[in-house]
Structures are given as C-alpha cells and as structure tokens.
C-alpha cells in the first residue's frame, strides 16, 4: 500500500520559533523515521505529508494514499487533534486511530469524565472550574488534583498539582487558568498505584496488550506523573510490567476495554488509572493517540516490556485500521449498560 504519514514535527515548530515546551506534544525526528522504517519493513510505501495545513494542500493538488498513518496532534483548539481525521473524513479516505468525535471528546478532561462517569464506570470526585465562582460546586474534600482540561503529555502537571488544603484551591486554578488560558480538571487525589493500560484493536476487537505501573524514583517530582517526570524518564521513572493476576491491575484491564468501546476509540493507545488506598483503581484519563516514540513513549515501552517489536505494533495498528478501508464505516460505540 501507498500510505500518507500525518504529524506534527517538533523540529519543524521550534524552527518557526515555538518554544520546547509550546512543542511538547509533536514528534521527534526519529519517530517519524521509526514509522517509516517498520511499515518498509512490512512491504509498504511512505510518503510524508505533515501538518494539517500542509495534508489539505496536498488533496487539494489531487494527491491520495490508499490510507494516512496520522498522528498529527495540532496546534490550537480543543478539536486540535480532530483536524486531520476531520479533513480526512471529507476527502473520504482512510486513516489511523480514532475519528473526530473522539479526539474532540477524550481530548477535553472534563467531559470524558462525565460521559464515563454516566456510564458507571469508577472514576475520581471531579469539578470543572472556568473562574473562581466555581469552586463553590466543589463538594468534595481536599486533597485535591488540578490540571489543565485539554493539554497532553503532562503539561501543566507537577509537584504543585496537588493541593492539600481547600483555601490554596482558588490560586491553584487561578495560576493555571491564567497560563494555560483552558478550565481546569479538580479531581480528588488518590494516593496508590498509577497504571497505564495498553489497548490495540477497535470494537469488538479491542483487547488489553497489558499494563505499566509508573514508579517514581527518589529524583522525581513526588505523587506526580508530572511533564518534568514524563519529558526526563529515562532518569526519573521506572516502568513495571504489572502481573496480569494482579486483582488491581486485572480490574483496570477490564475497565480500559470497557472505556475504550463505550468511547469508540479505534486502533490502538492506553488508558490511565490511579488506585485508592485499597487497590481499587479509578480512570484519570485516555489518550487515542499515544506517542510511539521506540524508547520514549509509554506504549512502545510496554511493548517492549512484553517482547512486542516495534514493527509488530505498527503492524497491528495498521491492520485494525484496514479493515475500515473495505467496510467504510467505523465501528459503532457500545452503548453504556
């Protein structure tokens, strides 16, 4: 096959004068080259559109691919990451991972929460907060976690996302409302365990490839998967391979298929959770479109935690989007029960 490569360069951004942090959230050089290199690997040809603005340029010209491998994140807007797929959509042509729908929605906090949260399915005491008249509604008691409602790879997140007594709660979300210019999320912190669950497949099809547990290291930001802990983990963080009999992690596994499907996420990413004070897990958040970066990013790394190669993940994400390239249609969401 002829397949199309969206993304976001980070290089190409810093090159325009973007800051390293304002970039956090594109790839890296070598995981586009990574790609590239494992879908040549399984007998297909590349051809690298980029960004957005540069992929309609490109259908505008007439060009097509049999299907677009996108993990272009965008740049501006709470429907950033549904920009390609949106536009992809139009043009009628296939792609990778998620639609726009989901993108939009699992991208802003808040609102994925409450859908599964309608759904039964356990997830932290949660407030949104867009001024400072909103932390009346906040019923629950301190401590507190507060992040910003639609930013990826832990920015905004860090030691001082935890707020421990209520009266500190309005200059907490203040500081990020002014900075991030978004709501903020204000969950109740949970202390225990912090997984991250592997899904590949769309549907029916969705299973667990298995789970993470985040262990921070004596140099890290304590209580945190904050973006210094994430952006430095070589350095500061040790990921496990969880047991699957582990009654906590087993418990998360089922929970992550049952969010990926009642969601209609596709393909492949991970779904984050954090234990209470007796093992019970609880979802934080998920993200359709995961880094996979080889060495750097958390599925990648689970996959080689279970002897997964890399060419086999893009293998099996480049399947489970194929099989849409003949039916046309996506699979449908599960109903919640």
């Known amino acids: 096959m002829i397949i199309g490569l969206t993304y976001d360069l980070r290089s190409e951004y810093l090159a325009m004068g973007y800051t390293e942090y304002e970039t956090a959230e594109f790839d890296r050089d070598d995981t586009i080259i990574a790609i ?3 879908l040549y690997a399984l007998g297909h040809h590349t051809d690298r559109i980029g960004h957005a603005k540069k992929l309609t340029e490109r259908l505008v010209q007439g060009d097509r691919w049999d299907i677009v491998f996108n993990i272009a994140e965008g740049l501006l807007g709470i429907g950033r990451e549904a920009q390609v797929p949106a536009i992809l ?5 296939p792609y990778t991972f998620s639609d726009p729908l989901v993108m939009s929605l699992t991208l802003h906090k808040g609102l994925t929460k409450q859908v599964i949260r309608q759904c039964g399915i356990r997830t932290p005491d949660f407030a949104v907060v867009e001024a400072a008249h909103d932390l009346e509604k906040i019923s629950f008691d301190p401590p507190y976690f507060i992040k910003p409602i639609a930013e990826g790879t832990s920015k905004g ?3 001082h996302s935890v707020i421990k007594e209520r009266k500190r709660l309005q200059g907490g979300c203040a500081g990020l409302i ?6 903020v999320l204000v969950e109740k912190y949970l202390c225990g365990r912090e997984f991250t669950v592997g899904v590949i497949g769309s549907g029916a099809d969705a299973e667990a490839l298995g789970t993470l547990e985040v262990i921070l ?3 890290a930001e304590k ?9 430095n983990c070589e350095d500061l963080v040790e990921y496990h391979l969880a047991a699957p009999d582990d009654p906590s992690v087993k418990e998360a596994q089922l929970m992550a298929i049952e969010i990926w499907k009642v969601l209609g996420c596709r393909d492949a990413g991970r779904v984050d959770f954090r234990c209470d004070e007796f093992g019970s897990p609880y979802f934080l958040e998920i993200n359709p479109l995961a880094g996979l970066h080889p060495q750097h990013s958390d599925l990648p790394i689970l996959c080689t935690h279970l002897g997964i190669p890399y060419v086999h993940l893009i293998h099996r994400i480049l399947t489970s989007a ?6 046309g249609e996506s699979p ?3 109903r919640c029960s």
Do not use: F, M
Request: net charge positive; no cysteine.
């Open 36 to 38: 590239e290199r494992a």
């Open 157 to 159: 997140i860090s030691e």
């Open 332 to 334: 449908g969401r599960k």
């Open 89 to 93: 959509d139009l043009y009628d042509l």
């Open 223 to 231: 209580g945190v998967y904050s973006y210094r802990n994430k952006e």
């Open 322 to 327: 194929s099989k849409r390239i003949h039916k």
């Open 217 to 219: 290291l004596e140099a």
């Open 178 to 183: 002014e900075s991030y210019n978004q709501p």
